[in-house]
């Protein structure tokens, strides 16, 4: 495809009810609507996400004068086997940037972490690996997604390989898109730094994987689960200790976790590719 057909395909509007079969409305979210669709070009059963008007120019607002990339494009751009696969983007006719990606028939990793599935068992460290090079992928590309937690992580119906997936929130990993005061992401994850509105990296995607990592192993938080402001506070404690919900954990998974949820951003991992060395040789989650 020319540079021009390229430019075309972004810029000129689509129908989207022309353009798709709505087979169901898979999923509602903060800043978009999800819904199961058929192309009625290819005929290709896909995922259609429609991002809401509104809330997606009060995010864009908080970065005035500055040409943030959309979401469309961050997505396009960041190609991992674990990372959903994004296909086209672009603006309907009534003005709502949409993309076009690859349908993923499976529960989110907090549906199995809630039902406490047994699916997991002896699953968890392909899980987590698989997880962790999702991020990384994403920070090789240079970006920062800001909204780690299991939510983001679809795992397919065998329970055998995950995908990360919204990049609605994720920004450049430069300034000014890591000056202090953007406070988004999922609250119970959140990084300090994000909570007190200070300067970020991309480890803060780091700290919100610990949590990922600590819950996927434990079925609990390593703080008490809250809303809203009340969910902000964690960090300024110590991380309830893993061993009270499992025991027999892998020592070198057990220090690996901790050291993301480091209130100190420095003090963590550098990458994600360093907390992969550290869990390497990690078999089970449990070291028996």
Same mark, same amino acid.
């Given at each position: 495809?020319?540079?021009?057909d390229?430019?075309f395909k972004?810029?000129?509007k689509?129908?989207?009810?022309?353009?798709?079969e709505l087979?169901?409305?898979?999923m509602?979210?903060?800043m978009?609507?999800?819904?199961?669709?058929r192309?009625?070009?290819t005929?290709e059963?896909?995922?259609?996400?429609?991002l809401?008007?509104e809330k997606t120019?009060?995010?864009?607002?908080r970065?005035?004068?500055?040409k943030?990339?959309?979401?469309?494009?961050?997505?396009?751009?960041?190609?991992?086997?674990h990372?959903?696969?994004?296909m086209?983007?672009?603006v309907s006719?009534?003005?709502?940037?949409?993309l076009?990606?690859?349908f993923?028939?499976?529960?989110?990793?907090?549906?199995?972490?809630?039902g406490?599935s047994?699916?997991?068992n002896?699953r968890?460290?392909m899980?987590l690996?698989?997880?962790?090079?999702?991020v990384?992928a994403?920070h090789?590309?240079?970006?920062i997604?800001?909204?780690?937690c299991?939510?983001?992580? $679809? &795992?397919?119906?065998e329970?055998? #390989?995950?995908? %990360?997936?919204? =990049?609605?929130?994720?920004v450049p +990993?430069?300034?000014?898109?890591?000056?202090p005061?953007?406070r988004t992401g999922?609250a119970?994850?959140?990084?300090?730094? $994000? &909570?007190r509105?200070?300067?970020? #990296?991309?480890r %803060?995607?780091i =700290?919100?994987?610990?949590?990922? +990592?600590?819950e996927?192993?434990?079925?609990e938080?390593?703080w008490?689960?809250?809303?809203?402001?009340?969910?902000?506070?964690?960090?300024?404690?110590e991380?309830t200790?893993?061993?009270?919900?499992?025991?027999?954990?892998?020592?070198?998974?057990?220090?690996a976790?901790y050291?993301?949820l480091e209130?100190?951003p420095?003090?963590?991992p550098a990458s994600?590719?360093d907390?992969?060395a550290?869990?390497?040789?990690?078999?089970h989650?449990n070291?028996?």
């Amino acid at each position: 495809m020319g540079l021009l057909d390229k430019l075309f395909k972004v810029s000129s509007k689509t129908n989207l009810r022309s353009r798709f079969e709505l087979l169901r409305e898979a999923m509602s979210g903060t800043m978009s609507t999800f819904y199961m669709a058929r192309d009625r070009k290819t005929k290709e059963v896909v995922g259609l996400k429609i991002l809401d008007r509104e809330k997606t120019a009060a995010l864009e607002a908080r970065f005035v004068g500055i040409k943030k990339p959309k979401e469309g494009e961050i997505a396009m751009e960041i190609v991992h086997p674990h990372i959903v696969r994004t296909m086209e983007h672009g603006v309907s006719t009534d003005n709502e940037q949409f993309l076009v990606m690859e349908f993923l028939d499976g529960p989110g990793l907090n549906s199995l972490i809630v039902g406490r599935s047994q699916k997991l068992n002896s699953r968890r460290m392909m899980l987590l690996r698989q997880a962790a090079e999702a991020v990384a992928a994403v920070h090789d590309a240079g970006y920062i997604h800001r909204d780690i937690c299991p939510r983001n992580f $679809v &795992v397919d119906k065998e329970c055998r #390989s995950l995908k %990360l997936i919204d =990049f609605g929130l994720t920004v450049p +990993a430069v300034p000014p898109y890591t000056l202090p005061g953007n406070r988004t992401g999922t609250a119970n994850y959140m990084a300090p730094e $994000v &909570v007190r509105r200070r300067p970020t #990296s991309h480890r %803060l995607d780091i =700290f919100s994987f610990g949590v990922t +990592a600590f819950e996927l192993c434990a079925f609990e938080l390593p703080w008490p689960r809250g809303t809203g402001v009340a969910a902000m506070t964690h960090g300024a404690v110590e991380p309830t200790d893993i061993r009270k919900f499992c025991p027999d954990i892998d020592p070198k998974l057990e220090k690996a976790i901790y050291a993301c949820l480091e209130a100190d951003p420095e003090r963590r991992p550098a990458s994600m590719k360093d907390f992969l060395a550290m869990i390497k040789g990690v078999k089970h989650e449990n070291a028996a």
